[in-house]
């Protein structure tokens, strides 16, 4: 038969016919073999060991994709489309989490921009790399709200609020999918790790994770719901035990919540070996079984377990398993195939001009200044620096390139990152004159080093101290007991701060620190965060006031790791008075939402359209406010309702609208809050049921709070 008469290769007939006609021709093994994924190229996880390329099956359904090498690609997909029976494409995952070879800032402090229609930007530039350089499928956002800053992971999110991470994460997959994911420059989304994965108790990874059903719904679930809303193609499930029903054999959030109710219509990954770990955690007694959970709690796809090749067949000789469930799962994963093109098109062109393109470097740029985040700036008003003839720069973090590009550094490129060394030499140079002197490692340092930076210091008019964490300190298996800075650096800023000379403190990290002691060290502090390929630029852009700065935290700085676990959307206490610790405050040292500028913003008074309203009226409330400085500056403002006696308890605040704009010194603008009450005032039950009760309400914006009652 020529191919253009196989129903399944006319691009022209529906999908759901085409797969039809392509199930009807298939052997229960092709059918399992699109269900694994295996690994070709160089991998650079050291969890994760990939295998040898070439020795694949041309039926294999996923590949994860280790390369950037379209040749490399093209290569296996001949194979799958030459080689095997039908010629199914094979698609070719891979871990693109905050860029491609231009690295932004890690999402976490992407979130700290409030700006999403940059971060959908941002993405969309990251799609284009990677489908460019052969990949279809991101294995991003990673959408799983963090509260445990021991977490390595915490990184790899947009911070401790659901709302917050639904926002972002719905914009990711408009990036990342665009119009079409035909085009040769979108890709499949992923949304990871599906779900709870981020409540891992004490901060340390893969482990058991306790999770009410009521959690469940209020926390680790809208972030999911967003992004299949916004169309994501696939998800990821999650490693941990969610109360004792991992989340790669878990009924409930796999099939009952994903296919049932948001009637999804791709297909979940598993995470890396999370089929075969149920072994390890008590849910089946061999590999075989952990397949049989999986597969009927509804897992489409194993990543490197090899449960599903090795016993699948079996398990349906059996009667374990349903050949109609197994023609559901592979319908998923062809539909994916499907819209994605590949039948079309399996190969990758050529695009030697892909990487570090204009338009994506300058909103590596823009995102990373966005995303920093000004702690602290004493009344010395040290910054902006203006004038400034004399720069030490130092600090074990000032000349590291890999500090700045994170963990998943896709195929990132070291030599192309500004550090932050580099970024203030091309800013300030020549008019000042700079000086480097490291001062210490990441966690050690000698009496020389330390000598060698006092003189650097003393020489200065202004110190420059880039400190902070190396790329793998965060990430995944990456969990620190501790979220302070190691020893050595603490000593190095005593010494500086001891020369009396003005200290401004850069720090890149993967997580929020502990930074009691470091705080009355400088005269300014600013979290950049790892920032990626154009760090270095963007912070020198803050530090001279080129950029004004406007990000804000998206996640809670304790006064110590011993508050942990501590966030701002947390319920009311029995006893709000009482219940502090007794060594420290019980507040954070920086809370959810502070973030300064180099100017002064005004909340005038809000007005509500109606203080009175029924169930389904809609309320609007706006607020003036007022650029009173003399620069201009972006104001993130943040929206949050409180429903103070509610039948199931609300946390005392809870985030559900924010919008970033940009004012001129003495500007007034209006920010508007228009409220569904079905959507921004009512709440989960423990099984996802929505309830909306009558009785009050508070608007609270910047200082204000607004009293609205629903009859
Ligand atoms: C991580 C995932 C990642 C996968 C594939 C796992 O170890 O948990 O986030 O997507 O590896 O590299």
Redesign the pocket.
Known sequence: MKPSTVLYKDASVPVEIRIDDLLSRMTTHEKVMQLNQYTLGNNN?E??VGEVAGELPAELGSV?YYNDNPDLRNAYQRRCMEESRLGIPCIFGY?MIHGFRTIYPISLGQACSWNVPLVERMTSYAAAEGRMSGIDWT?SP?IDVARDPRWGRVSEGYGEDPYANAAFCAATVRGYQGKSLADSTTIAACL??YVAYGASEAGRDYVYTEVSPQTLWDTYLPPYKAGVDAGALTL?SS?NDISGIPGSANYYTLTEILKNRWKHKGFVVS??GSIEQLVNQGNAADKKEAGLRAFNSGLEMD?MSHAYDKYLEELIDEGKVDSVLLDESVRRVLRVKMLLGLFEKPYTGNHPDRFMRPDALSAARQLAAESMVLLKNDSTGILPLDGVGRIAVIGPVAKSSASLQGSWNGRGVYDETVTLYQGILDRFAPEAEIRFAKGSDLDKTTEVELAQAVDTACWADVVILCLGEERRWSG?NASRSTIALPEAQLQLAEKIAATGKPVVMLLSSGRPLDLSQMEPLANAIIEVWQPGTAGGAAAADILSGDVNPSGKLAMTFPRSTGQIPIYYNRRGSARRHQGFYQDIPSTPLYPFGHGLSYTTFAYGEPSVSSSTFRKGEKVTVTVPVTNTGSRAGAEAVLWFISDPAASITRPLMELKHFEKRELKPGETTTFKFVIDPMKHLSFPDADGNIILEPGDFKIIVGPHTVNIVME
């Open positions: 996880n969890n994760n994860i871990d294995f990673m990871k790790h990821m490693f995470d890396w990543m995944e």
